[in-house]
Structures are given as C-alpha cells and as structure tokens.
C-alpha cells in the first residue's frame, strides 16, 4: 500500500517564503517612503534597495516599475489622509464646520506634501499619479460642496473661491514660496475663509 506523502515541510517552506516576500515588500514600501519624506523627490530604484537593504532584483520582483511603487505608497498615504478627512466634524453651524474642515484639509495637506512633490517629479510619465490627484481634486471638491447649505452651494463664483482657497496648490503656496509654518498658513487660509463667507448666515 502506498503511504500517502506528507506534504507539511513543502507548506512550510511555501509559508516561509510568503511571509518573507510580505516583509520584503512591506520594507521596500517604507524604505521608499522615508527617502521621500527626506526630502528626495525622485529616488533610484538602487536607493529604495539600499535603504530597505534588500538586492535591487527583490524590490522589481515585488515592483515592476517604480510607478506601481508609487501606486502603493499613495495607497498607504490615502489611508492616512481619509484618518483625517472623515473624523466626525463637530461645528455647530456650517460655517464652524467648514472652517474645521478647512483645518483638516491643512493637515491632510502637510502629510501628503512630501509624496506630492515626488510624484509630480514622475506624473508626465505615469497615467496612474496623474489620475490620481485628479481623483483627489475631485473628493476634495465633493466634501466641500455637500458641506454647504443649498443658497451657498448656488452662488458658484463662492464655491469656486472656497475650492481655490481649500486646495493642495494654496496649501503649498503659503508652505513653499510664501515661507510660512504650518500654523500660520492654517491660519492665513481660515481667515480667507471667514472673510469670504461672512454675512453668509444662511444654514
């Protein structure tokens, strides 16, 4: 009678070799991340391996180009950014919860900022970064819009205002050439915000 083989050691090994490759990945997606927060707008693929210290062949078997690299970091930083975004807000009027979310735009922003700048470093080559920030120019849009009461949400020229003022680019305005911290642009930005929606007592 034949004894049936006992698969157990070539399902460890398999498993082994799994949980290897998720922390490899795992590594390379944070060696890139740190890179980049440092301020390196376009890293090698030869760096990314250097600092997740793993061979170069590793980070293209787990990455075929450094655009789906890319691709993953950006999933990583949305869920940081949706963390933000989507806290309950807790104004009493429409006008405190979009100044609170004009708040929680900046901090969004400011987490975001370093992997902005890299990918616009590689956007003109990549359909996924550019459709990327166009999806979030979008949500950006969405959430402000459905925050506003319907006489507000009317007056397009306001609307159109209140998005320029809430985006990424017056964001990076106040922070890169204007030279501000983070606290006063926060700041800058809610008192054009006020300013824009006052007499607007409409809820």
Do not use: C
């Amino acid at each position: 009678m034949t004894r049936p083989i006992d698969s157990a050691p070539d399902l460890e090994i398999a498993d082994g070799r799994r949980r290897r490759g998720q922390d490899n990945r795992a590594r390379i997606v944070a060696a890139m991340m740190e890179i980049v927060h440092g301020g390196e707008i376009a890293p090698s693929a030869e760096q990314v391996a250097a600092r997740a210290d793993v061979g170069l062949r590793t980070v293209f078997r787990h990455f075929q180009d450094m655009d789906s690299l890319y691709r993953e970091i950006a999933a990583v930083v949305g869920v940081e950014v949706r963390a933000v975004l989507e806290r309950p807000l807790e104004g009493d009027t429409w006008q405190a919860r979009l100044l609170e979310r004009a708040g929680r735009f900046s901090i969004a922003y400011e987490k975001m900022a370093p992997y902005k700048r890299a990918a616009d470093a590689f956007k003109h080559r990549s359909k996924f970064l550019g459709g990327d920030y166009a999806r979030l120019v979008e949500q950006q849009r969405e959430i402000l819009e459905q925050g506003l009461p319907p006489a507000v949400a009317r007056d397009r020229d306001r609307v159109e205002a209140l998005a320029l003022l809430l985006s990424f680019e017056a964001w990076a305005r106040l922070r890169n050439e204007q030279g501000l911290s983070p606290s006063r642009a926060q700041a800058v930005i809610e008192s054009a915000v006020r300013a824009l929606i006052a007499g607007s007592a409409t809820e």
